[in-house]
């Protein structure tokens, strides 16, 4: 109980506190580390990458809802070989894990992606696969256990990093999902990423957000991500990051006891820029007042009621 | 550099039926702020009114340490910041942006608001070295028009529009600038105010290969440039096209460079 | 303009306004016309019904979460006679439609239900299928566009009212399965309901629930709500009800615009009592300041951004 | 019944560390309320805190139409609550549930609080006809103490005892009443505390034959009977089990037909 060891070890991927910004809300590090230490923040999910830069969707790309927010940004980025070649070098001055979070419109951009990457000086790659397969009817990547077990053993063989496969939640059974992407070669899994939205301009008459739908996260979805999370940790046995309206410590618990093995920091990071290191600090109090020497002591403690 | 901040209200105002004057004594604001800057506001702590809100700084005592936002009850956020009270502390994180260029050499400039639009001017006025000041002033009607005697005060010339007539000449604000712009030879248009009358004032001073500034305001995420949620298109020095971002590369663009749409 | 009308007919049920209190948040209407003239709602849809009385969940039966509540109630009800006996009357008191809800384990349950509630005094019957199915491996009835077509066909013969069916949103393909609800005979349908989730009591490390897991409604399902309305309406020609979050008449006008022809309020009755006088209210203001003479003028009325 | 009200805050008082005294004006809730009913609040508008509170009317004071609540702060809502002034108005439904029954019979009576559950037993004394009334207090440690001259006043004899014996006598409460129960030939026990303590209370009565009736606590969708998440398992008369409503069928429950679980 004296030594409280927030360290983790995630398939390899050795971070020292469970505490991860998302990936779209913490652009490259730059922009946070006026405000905070990064020294200090378990790892570092990059904006999501493409083969290629993409400049996005119009905007708004974003409206507020009850306890949460809708985002419609389109994967604006300046390409994956931009981001090794300006990117990487400012992240690596401090100690923190680089996740590159990649995405693409066929299999082959994701493969491409993950052979280039596995060349650079990052300690992960994390694949979105909640993007449109336009070679498939432009149904998401992830939402079927097939469309996810294909793509992640492509992706697979190109690979030579920790493999984080990040789940969408907009499917009907989460575990199958995952399930398929354990079986498939995936090292962990993430989750959740945006359920699908929509808010209107009742005066306007039209959605607030220029892309019509969104994303949509913050504490509003918390629920729906811990439950997601419990229903994954039951099925397989690879490491999970859990994530979805996580803003204090208490929040990143819950997903702690519902299985994860770390947790992930997003739209909290956008309001309040430190938000990482609150979690962290508040983690560490748990643990403390709890008796919990390793974070891994917490993963998936939950008792069910019976 | 901004920096995330707790300071204390100072004095809460009710300046028209629905604009709030709210004063902050924050040593690090008044001494860092540019005109044009603006700070992020989160209006009440958790989930209700999850994302900050980005207010234009109006105006900056330096000796005092203070500066004034004046704001529009439109939503949640800005109804919980109105029933803030002298002595509670505003969450903010600021200055942000980039502000409006004062480069010395302009000496003849213009300043035209519309709406909300016309408080980060008055800072603008306060600091432009310049020896003509022009201001032109739009609001929809009467009951909106507001500060007068601070843009008075700073202003060599003060005018007024009002949509309906109501107040000052009948029209748009754009319709003085338009009638002055040739003759008064502005060094520097500076505007802020809603995107149809921004794209007017764009289209009049590209006419008229006059140099304009303009402010920009979009839906913003962070307010901090770490989301790409606030674009904006604009042309590059190539001729193509490009979205950045309003709250870091801007809120303030020379008029030239935005792809009005 | 001088003229708002604000009946609607929904595949042949008449109301005298579009706000429905939705089922499991109104009771039988007893306890609500304590503080409301139920003459004054559009319908109600009743507690859902089971062909045997249920005795539900253990409790903890609910949760607050951001902007939201949890619920297992688990369908505590006394069953469908009792309701035809000794609720129906107390209900006919008022001019309010009146929806019977029913759920049930088997699909023969559901058809029997059908074919008793045909005979009763009551305007609709709403199909809960968000029920697990116990022939088919407790997986839901409304979570395959298969599962759902097989219910509602069955129950379509047996059924000599307006069916409604209410859809399940913890689905991948909610257009899916409302054209399979549409093609096997519903006349209309009605949702979301609740999404599947879960919270924890940190320091006792066990769901707050005694069921674990529970219903997510409230202002935080709107975004989501507003969106499956959205693409059901773009898929089908049936009716739909609207429902997730609704609290105010600007947040009704929304699913009004996304294709709802009337709409539900749940949660929001909970907390107030009148939630759903003041939602018809805000309707009926958005409507006269917009020029609408009738509400089937603002169904469907968004205007897509390009 | 009950009525949904928007009444003013006439008192605003910190009683412990975390727990606070609200006094609210309200004829309606004065004049109709009775001991064992509660209110249940909206503690803020939105869906901040969204589901209304339940808490136990503390005290009448029905020549003033005031009424007193007393909450600890736990979480979200009671955390706004506490952060109320005196003027503000409160959103409430009530009075709400079926509170003790108070047949004027009973002239022996004891009354058994534990913690926060020690309020509405204030209001029971006071309504109570009986010529003894003793009153039986326990608290997890003497910082928690509190409201023991009105308890006194009230009672015919008071007793309190502390988990870690920092006041009163050491041990629980319930170790008081076990000690009296025969001698003293109570024709109603009345309780409310914590779980653990309701059943034991019930224990002891059942073993002695003794009458007493319990105030449950559930976590509440609705606080008025629509939306039966407030569950409480309870025998029939047949002997079979049945979920009750703890909001409209309770919170008070004679102690023989609650099953604890
Ligand atoms: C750089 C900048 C400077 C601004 N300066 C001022 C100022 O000095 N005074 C003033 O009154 N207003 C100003 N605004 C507009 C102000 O930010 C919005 O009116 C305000 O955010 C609305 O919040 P709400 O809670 O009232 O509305 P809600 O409708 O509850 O807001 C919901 C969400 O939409 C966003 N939003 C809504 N309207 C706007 C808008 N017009 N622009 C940007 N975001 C919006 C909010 O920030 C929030 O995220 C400025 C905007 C920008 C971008
Ligand atoms: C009939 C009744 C009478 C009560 N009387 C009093 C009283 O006089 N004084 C007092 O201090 N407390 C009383 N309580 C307990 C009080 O309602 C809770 O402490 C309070 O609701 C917690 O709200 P929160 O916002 O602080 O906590 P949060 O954790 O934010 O509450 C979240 C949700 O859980 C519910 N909840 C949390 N704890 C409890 C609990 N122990 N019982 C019921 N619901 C809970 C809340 O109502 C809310 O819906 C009473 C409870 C009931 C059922
Ligand atoms: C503005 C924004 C941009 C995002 N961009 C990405 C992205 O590029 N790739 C990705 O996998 N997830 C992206 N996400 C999803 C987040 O990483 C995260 O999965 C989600 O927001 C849920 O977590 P939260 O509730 O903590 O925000 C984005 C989220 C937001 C709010
Ligand atoms: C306490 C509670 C009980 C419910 N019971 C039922 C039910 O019996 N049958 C049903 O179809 N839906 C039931 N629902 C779902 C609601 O009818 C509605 O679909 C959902 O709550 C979303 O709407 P809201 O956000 O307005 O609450 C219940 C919801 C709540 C909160
Ligand atoms: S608002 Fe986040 S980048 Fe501008
Ligand atoms: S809390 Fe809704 S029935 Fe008791």
Chains 1, 3 share one sequence.
Not at chain 1, 16 to 34: C, L, Q, W
Not at chain 1, 67 to 92: H, K
Not at chain 2, 138 to 151: D, H
């Amino acid at each position: 109980m004296n030594n409280t060891d927030l360290t983790v070890d995630i398939c390899g991927i050795k971070l020292k506190n469970p505490v991860i910004a998302a990936s779209g809300t913490f652009g490259f590090g730059r922009e946070h580390s006026d405000y905070v230490d990064l020294n200090k923040i378990g790892g570092i999910s990059v904006k999501g990458l493409t083969l290629n830069p993409r400049e996005g969707n119009k905007p708004p790309r974003v409206a507020e809802t009850p306890a949460g927010m809708l985002n419609s940004v389109g994967l604006q980025n300046p390409g994956v070989r931009y981001f090794i070649e300006n990117e990487i070098q400012f992240l690596r001055q401090f100690s923190t894990a680089i996740i590159a979070n990649i995405a693409g419109n066929t299999i082959e951009e994701y493969c491409e992606m993950a052979e280039i990457l596995s060349d650079a000086d990052i300690d992960a790659i994390e694949l979105n696969v909640s993007c449109p397969n336009v070679k498939a009817g432009c149904v998401a990547f992830g939402n079927t256990p097939e469309g996810i077990a294909d793509i992640t053993s492509q992706v697979r063989k190109h690979c030579r990093k920790p493999l984080i496969v990040k789940l969408t939640p907009n499917v009907t059974s989460i575990s199958d999902i995952a399930a398929a992407a354990e079986d498939a070669g995936a090292d962990a899994l993430s989750l959740i990423n945006t359920l699908l939205g929509m808010a209107i301009d009742i005066e306007a008459r039209r959605p607030i957000l220029a892309n019509n739908t969104g994303g949509l996260s913050g504490p509003a979805v918390k629920p729906v991500a811990v439950r997601m999370v419990y229903e994954v940790y039951r099925t397989v046995k690879i490491p999970i990051i859990g994530m979805g309206g996580i803003s204090t410590g208490n929040d990143a618990v819950e997903f702690l006891l519902a299985g994860a093995s770390a947790v992930m920091v997003g739209t909290a990071c956008l309001v309040y820029p430190d938000a990482c290191i609150k979690v962290c600090e508040g983690i560490e109090q748990y643990m403390k007042r709890h008796g919990f020497c390793r974070v891994a002591d917490i993963t998936g403690k939950l008792m069910l009621n019976t | 550099m901004s920096k995330l901040l707790k300071e204390v209200i100072t004095r809460v105002e009710r300046a028209t039926d629905s604009i709030f004057r709210i004063t902050v004594a924050s040593e690090y604001i008044s001494a860092n702020a540019a005109p044009g800057q603006f700070v992020n506001i989160k209006c009440c702590d958790g989930a209700q009114a999850l994302l900050r809100r980005p207010i234009s700084i109006c105006s900056v005592d330096r000796s005092k340490g203070e500066f004034d936002l004046y704001f529009q009850v439109k939503g949640a956020g800005t109804e919980i910041l109105a029933g803030k009270k002298r002595g509670d502390t505003l969450d903010i994180l600021g200055p942000l942006g980039r502000g409006f260029d004062l480069d010395i050499g302009y000496r003849r400039i213009a300043a035209v608001g519309g709406g909300i639009g016309i408080f980060p001017l008055l800072f603008l006025l306060d600091e432009s070295k310049a020896v003509v000041k022009r201001s032109y002033l739009g609001f929809r009607s009467s009951g909106q028009v507001l500060l007068l005697e601070e843009f008075g005060e700073r202003s060599t010339s003060l005018e007024t529009a009002t949509e309906d007539g109501s107040f000052g000449s009948k029209g748009f604000v754009t319709d003085l600038l338009e009638r002055d712009i040739i003759s008064e030879e502005f060094d520097m248009i500076y505007a802020c105010g809603p995107y149809p009358m921004l794209r007017k004032i764009s289209e009049i001073a590209g006419k008229h290969g006059a140099r304009c500034q303009i402010s920009m305001e979009q839906r913003m995420g962070c307010g901090f440039g770490a989301c790409l949620t606030c674009a904006c298109m604009t042309y590059t020095d190539d001729g193509s096209r490009h979205y950045v971002r309003v709250c870091s590369d801007g809120p303030v663009f020379n008029s030239e460079d935005v792809v009005f749409e």
